[in-house]
């Protein structure tokens, strides 16, 4: 008789609380390697807000900003390792994981921000998240980064003027080859130390968009900037393929609905960002250059036949024109 009042109970606070029958909170960790003041930051809290809004609280999503867990090679091998759950990289790192990002890379490849936001709300933009899956990183969305252009402490109006320069790139077999096309040496260096390497004098100059002389301080080290606009490269959010495959249906239709959501916000975030980024570089006395591209067009060419040679990568390349 006990037993059956004690069930008669139970299933009564069952009915009258919800609650109890909703999984425990899953306490979830994202990091990255860029500053709070920086629109990606927001955007991604976006994320893990509506994550933890609509799983009522199942999906716990705190974030780590500034490299507080590791720049950006060591966040991924934390997640293919399963250490950590999400991450935000560039798409350059994610290179040397599937051929794909070659491609999407290539210099000039995106045209403009117009095709960049086609490409990455499209079929052929979800393909290439989908692509690095098989290792251990399974891509949500997009973040918009800018257009890459090189700056140091002089003008560069042709990319004869590279030469001989020691230019800071992110790892990327393709922007090596890209600054051998023009004559320089492409130096790899970590996030946090390009302001002190411009400053020393290691580098002669780097390659980012027009928002890291402001984010970076590499306004104060940086004369020239050059809209030359070779890449436009994005940042990508990515969840480790293990983890995501330990969520329900729901909690996975969940994340990538908000990782949809936060693609949206964080570009009307960068719009306003990347305008008054603009402004406040040439208040710091930086100097805007705005060469002709063709020449820097024609000398990166050979790439689409080094990095776009195999079918696959030949039809990718057709489907980015395309969109």
């Known amino acids: 008789m006990f037993s059956r009042r004690r069930l008669i109970l139970t299933a ?23 500053p709070t003041t920086h629109p990606v930051h927001p955007a991604m809290q976006h994320f893990a807000d509506l994550a933890r809004e609509r799983s009522q609280g199942e999906l716990d999503i705190a974030l780590f900003a500034d490299g507080q867990l590791g720049q950006e090679s060591d966040l991924i091998s934390q997640v293919q390792a399963g250490k ?4 935000k990289v560039s798409g350059s790192l994610l290179e040397r994981f599937h051929p794909a990002y070659k491609v999407l890379n290539l210099p000039f490849t995106l045209r403009d921000r117009a095709h960049w936001l086609r490409v990455t709300n499209s079929d052929v933009g979800r393909d290439i998240l989908a692509t690095t899956t098989s290792s251990g990183l399974v891509g949500l969305t997009y973040y918009d980064a800018g257009a890459r252009s090189f700056y ?25 080859r890209l600054l051998e096309l023009f004559g320089a040496e492409g130096v790899e260096l970590a996030w946090s130390n390009v302001y002190v390497a411009l400053k020393s004098g ?34 990508v959010l990515l969840v480790g393929t293990e983890r995501m495959k330990s969520f329900t249906p729901r909690q996975r239709e969940i994340l990538q609905e908000a990782a949809t959501a936060s693609y949206h916000h964080m570009n ?54 395309q969109a």
Request: proline residues 6%; contains cysteine.
């Open 202 to 235: 290691v580098v002669d100059g780097a390659e980012n968009s027009v928002v890291a002389l402001i984010v970076g301080r590499h306004g104060e080290v940086a004369t020239h900037y050059s809209f030359d606009e070779h890449t436009m490269i994005p940042d």
């Open 12 to 34: 009564g606070l069952v009915m009258a609380c919800p609650a109890v029958l909703r999984a425990a909170p899953q306490k979830l960790r994202l990091a990255h390697g860029l």
């Open 152 to 176: 140091g402490r002089k003008p560069i109006n042709h990319p004869d003027d590279l030469k001989g320069m020691k230019i800071r790139i992110q790892p990327s077999v393709t922007m090596t």
């Open 84 to 87: 950590l759950d999400f991450l």
């Open 268 to 321: 009307k975030l960068w719009d306003a960002f990347e305008t008054k980024a603009r402004a406040d570089v040439q208040q710091m006395g930086v100097t805007f250059v705005r060469p002709d591209k063709e020449p820097f067009i024609a000398k990166a060419a050979p790439l689409a036949d080094l990095y776009a040679g195999e079918e696959a990568s030949r039809t990718l390349l057709r489907r980015i024109a």
